[in-house]
């Protein structure tokens, strides 16, 4: 039996961890044992707030270390893709890899300081229901940008799948091609409104 | 009154936060201050408390009493919290602080609530009312981040009995806070007399009762005549800035009677700006919104050219009606400016001149940041994004089963 497509809402309130690093080292330390809630804020705290960081680095780890002359690391840490993974922790590693194996830069002295922050989050269901691909598109529309967020993003995580929302039922529904094109849009080449409209222009293409 | 904010964001945000409240609808809050008017605290209670009674939740405030002395003692811990002082933390201070909480204790009920909001240390004491059951939260609207060592040991009685704190910036955060510690910037609001629209003519109308030439590019800072404000620095700025570019200095902001430091500095401004008439140094009373809206709206480059600031609000209001805002590299003001992208972060009076030169020369380039800077406070710095905040806090508060252990000894022995 065809399943029915429940729209949710994500909402994020921040939460400070405590611990606030001022040097590459104590960054590497804190990034092996902080909170899973605290990478996934980082990762994409960004786009989900819009205008948050400049857009040519793709996450605050990123950003961070490019503001304090790490610029070769700044740019490898942006090129984690977290929508290559299901798990927070495999992105985690991965970042640790970077970090861990990059001898080339000379040590600084004491960076500005990065807060590790963590985040609340709040799952709703918004009461939009599709059974079918007019009522997707419709309830598409109605949704927010958090909503975009949750289904294309954040789900994954929780699902520990590398599928989005939206393509697992195109694709259970039959709408193959449509499912894939969602699957490899460039989330961090727009903001979330673009991404909305970009997803809708898939849909209602022929 | 909700919908009314709807045009500023959009319905799915007035949705969610329907969705957000629905869950709640059968709860309590309580919202604990020291005064109905005047400061930033009931601004913000004025407007977002009967948001929450609109979304179904049932809220109220209420503002503990006190004589001279009890606010001179609050007045004396805020300071200390903020950073060590040169007077300190006396016995007889910490007993004039508990007599006034013991007696409010009898004129607030808090019991029938299931969330207390307290607002800043004047009412903190009152959580020794708290019931099994009750959340109780402390919204901190100071930068705690070095307090005076005995002003925190004495809060501190009182703040581990609260499920989570809130402050404005990570930044603010005393490391030695052992309870949830969430971080909720201040927000604006679009609909209040500070940052409505206003016609031009409105705008122009305004400008000319002060005697300003709309006709000239405007540099304007808004702040209180304050040397942490760097007034003196703005000055500086725009003299470099005039060299090359015929425009107008205004600094508006407010002094009462009473202030000294704030008589003192006008005068410095005034004093160092004699002779030029595009100098404009304007002391408003403080009830001048529509003045400063008007103000906002018309300037062409905007500063907050401040040496330390807390949060700085104000460099939000003129992000909202898109002015790529110069900002003082510091406090509050460097989560709000995205350096490069909604404004620029500066350092020095050379690096704000700078700017200002390149904005003043550049149409487009104020056009982009000052769109960019919009879409900023819209996601970041609206009420609408407060009052989801203080729903999802209550949801975290309430659905929590690790928190909220009720009661506690009032620290009598702080000290």
């Known amino acids: 039996m065809k399943e029915s497509f429940l729209f949710k809402t994500e909402l994020w309130v921040p939460l400070y961890t405590g611990l606030k690093v001022d040097n590459l080292q104590d960054f590497i330390r804190t990034m092996r044992t902080v909170d899973a809630q605290s990478i996934l804020y980082h990762l994409y705290i960004n786009f989900f707030n819009y205008h948050s960081l400049p857009s040519y680095y793709a996450n605050s780890f990123a950003y961070w270390l490019y503001m304090n002359g790490y610029r070769t690391l700044a740019e490898k840490i942006s090129l984690i893709d977290p929508t290559d993974y299901f798990d927070l922790e495999e992105v985690r590693q991965s970042m640790l890899g970077i970090l861990e194996d990059y001898k080339d830069e000379k040590v600084k002295g004491t960076l500005e300081p990065f807060y590790f922050m963590s985040v609340y989050r709040k799952v709703l269901e918004t009461g939009d229901i599709a059974r079918d691909i007019d009522e997707f598109i419709r309830g598409l529309r109605n949704s927010s940008i958090n909503s975009i967020f949750y289904h294309l993003i954040t789900s994954r995580v929780e699902k520990k799948r590398l599928i989005n929302d939206y393509s697992q039922w195109l694709m259970n529904e039959g709408y193959a091609k449509k499912a894939e094109e969602i699957s490899k849009l460039n989330i961090y080449a727009f903001n979330l409104y673009e991404l909305k409209e970009e997803i809708l222009r898939i849909l209602e293409e022929g | ?415």
């Open chain 2, 1 to 415: 009154m909700i919908e009314a904010y709807a045009p500023y964001t959009n319905e799915e945000t007035i949705r969610e936060l329907e969705l957000l409240a629905k869950e709640l609808k059968d709860i309590k809050v309580l919202h604990v201050n020291s005064t109905k008017e005047g400061g930033g605290v009931a601004e913000i209670l004025t407007r977002l408390v009967p948001l929450m009674n609109e979304l179904g939740i049932k809220t109220d405030w209420k503002v503990i009493k006190g004589d001279e002395e009890f606010f001179r003692t609050t007045k004396k811990i805020h300071n200390l919290l903020h950073m060590p002082q040169q007077e300190t933390l006396e016995s007889s201070d910490l007993i004039n602080y508990l007599r006034t909480t013991y007696e409010n204790l009898n004129l607030i009920d808090t019991e029938n609530y299931d969330v207390v909001f307290i607002h800043d240390p004047q009412p903190m004491g009152l959580v020794v009312k708290k019931q099994k059951g009750q959340r109780w939260l402390w919204r901190c609207h100071i930068d705690t981040s070095t307090p005076d060592q005995k002003a925190w040991e004495f809060i501190e009685g009182f703040l581990n009995a609260y499920d989570a704190a809130v402050f404005h910036i990570p930044e603010f955060v005393y490391r030695g806070v052992k309870i949830p510690a969430f971080v909720i910037p201040p927000s604006i609001d679009p609909i209040h007399p500070k940052n409505m629209e206003l016609k031009e003519e409105q705008s122009k109308d305004i400008l000319e009762r002060l005697g300003i030439d709309s006709r000239k590019p405007m540099l304007l800072q808004v702040s209180r005549f304050d040397r942490l404000k760097d007034p003196l620095g703005f000055y500086q700025a725009y003299k470099l800035v005039k060299k090359k570019y015929d425009c107008s200095f205004v600094l508006a902001g407010s002094f009462a009677p009473d202030d000294p430091e704030g008589q003192e500095v006008y005068t410095e401004v005034l004093n160092a700006a004699v002779g030029d008439k595009d100098v404009h140094v304007l002391n408003l009373p403080p009830t001048s919104h529509v003045e400063i809206n008007a103000l906002q709206r018309s300037a062409t480059v905007v500063f907050q050219k401040s040496i330390r600031e807390g949060f700085g609000l104000v460099v939000s209001e003129a992000m909202w009606k898109r002015k790529a805002v110069i900002g003082g590299n510091t406090g509050g003001i460097r989560r709000q400016i995205v350096d490069g992208l909604t404004g620029y972060l500066v350092n020095t009076v050379e690096g704000a001149a700078f700017r200002a030169k390149h904005l003043l020369a550049d149409r487009s380039l104020r056009e982009v940041l000052g769109e960019n800077a919009k879409e900023r406070v819209r996601h970041r710095f609206l009420i609408t994004r407060h009052l989801k905040d203080w729903l999802l806090l209550m949801s975290f508060l309430l659905g929590s089963s690790q928190i909220g252990t009720g009661g506690l000894e009032p620290p009598t022995s702080a000290l």
